[in-house]
């Protein structure tokens, strides 16, 4: 990973307003500092662009504007064309002395180039952090597990400013990642944001009819969802059937066949209540599912009375059968997986659901123990047990009857 930089162009113009209005155009943005009559400065993630109002229009230098350098540096290249490296705060230096009235004091606007300029620094072995130098690709997973739910929790919110925040935390799990991978030489960056650009493209010939970024549909067309949807699935079995979605092509026979088979690109890897939502509608896409609420009830039903029969068991006294704990774990795992079956025809997620209810408990119990400090019974006595349970079950019906809670 190269250090961090913005391509630097600096031009002489005669009409320094003309070029802020075309130039805007061209960059897509207004200039990060108008100087009137005398300079424009534009700034964007791969650009630092300034252009003075001259006698003549006429190349002044290029260059770059860099994350970090020792100092203001020119030379002049093979063909007499002089370069410059600056930092910005180098830049912004040099546009206060050459206008005194400007209070130019830039604001660092990273970008993800900085950004994984910086992931390098840290994985350096001279002067990097010795937490980040330690990390390897299985360290790093818990971290993104509880990264994503972070960023769901502050979505759900509607907490803004912190979903920000959240992504970026999120977004540097993935630089961090890549940047393991390059030391490793197993992929690049590059590899990444170009395989999931042509994925995408191959998924959204409604909106990509050519497979390129810049194709469109004919103005005024329109397209069937269910053909969307349909067109969606056929590409992802094609993709599987070439090897293009993460499918092994090799391997003997039973592995070929697993990779095949309709359950086999449901990732092991998710949260079980999330997973069991996706397997169970992946069976109902060849109609393997309840055509019926009324039904889904009586399975779950069905499913705690035997969880009441293998529990009722195993505390009756007489010695328990072998692997009795196993089939109780059994029978409950079969309860939770109807509770999801119930959740996708009610049209809810259950994740969503058992976060709802965590963050409920989490209000109420609150409420105990704000009144029973409010009460002047101390967190120590409440830890010790000496508060009855009918006391807190009294407080838990406070909290209950609290529409805030």
């Not at 056929?234 to 026979?253: F, M, Q, T, Y």
């Amino acid at each position: 990973m190269t250090m961090a930089r913005r391509f630097h162009l600096s031009l002489d113009c005669t009409d320094l307003q003309q070029t802020i209005n075309e130039y805007s155009s061209r960059l897509g943005c207004r200039p990060t500092l108008i100087i009137n009559g005398q300079f424009a400065l534009w700034r964007t993630p791969e650009l630092n662009i300034c252009v003075r109002q001259a006698t003549e229009t006429r190349l002044r230098h290029l260059g770059w504007e860099l994350a970090e350098s020792d100092g203001v540096s020119n030379d002049i290249d093979c063909n007499g064309i002089e370069w410059a490296t600056f930092t910005l705060q180098q830049q912004a230096e040099e546009i206060r002395q050459c206008w005194p009235g400007v209070d130019y004091q830039p604001e660092d606007d990273y970008s993800l180039q900085d950004l994984r300029y910086l992931m390098s620094r840290l994985r350096q072995t001279a002067d990097g952090c010795p937490w980040d130098l330690k990390q390897r690709f299985d360290t790093i997973v818990p971290h993104t597990i509880e990264e994503t739910y972070e960023l769901a929790e502050a979505i759900e919110r509607r907490d803004w400013p912190h979903v920000a925040e959240e992504l970026g935390d999120y977004l540097f799990q993935a630089v961090f990642y890549c940047r393991m991978a390059e030391e490793a030489g197993y992929f690049v960056w590059e590899d990444v944001v170009g395989s999931i650009t042509r994925k995408l493209l191959r998924r959204h010939p409604h909106v990509f009819p050519d497979g390129q970024l810049g194709s469109r549909r004919s103005p005024g067309s329109t397209v069937d969802p269910d053909e969307i949807s349909a067109n969606w699935k056929r590409i992802k079995a094609e993709e599987k059937s070439l090897g293009l979605s993460g499918a092994s092509s090799v391997g003997d026979a039973s592995s070929s066949m697993q990779a095949q088979a309709l359950l086999s690109d449901v990732s092991s890897g998710l949260p079980a209540l999330q997973r069991a939502t996706r397997l169970q509608n992946k069976a109902a896409e060849v109609g393997f599912d309840w055509t019926e609420l009324a039904p889904v009830f009586d399975k779950l039903r069905e499913e705690i009375e035997e969880l009441g029969v293998e529990i009722g068991a195993d505390q009756s006294g007489r010695e328990s059968r072998p692997g009795q704990h196993t089939r109780i774990i059994d029978e409950l795992g079969d309860v939770l997986f109807c509770c999801v079956n119930l959740a996708r025809f009610l049209k809810i997620d259950p994740e969503a659901a058992l976060r709802h209810a965590n963050a409920k408990f989490t209000s109420r119990f609150n409420y105990i123990e704000e009144a029973l400090v409010k009460q002047g019974i101390s967190r120590e006595r409440w830890l010790a047990k000496a508060v009855s349970l009918d006391t807190m079950e009294a407080l838990w019906g406070e909290a209950k009857r609290s529409p805030h809670r």
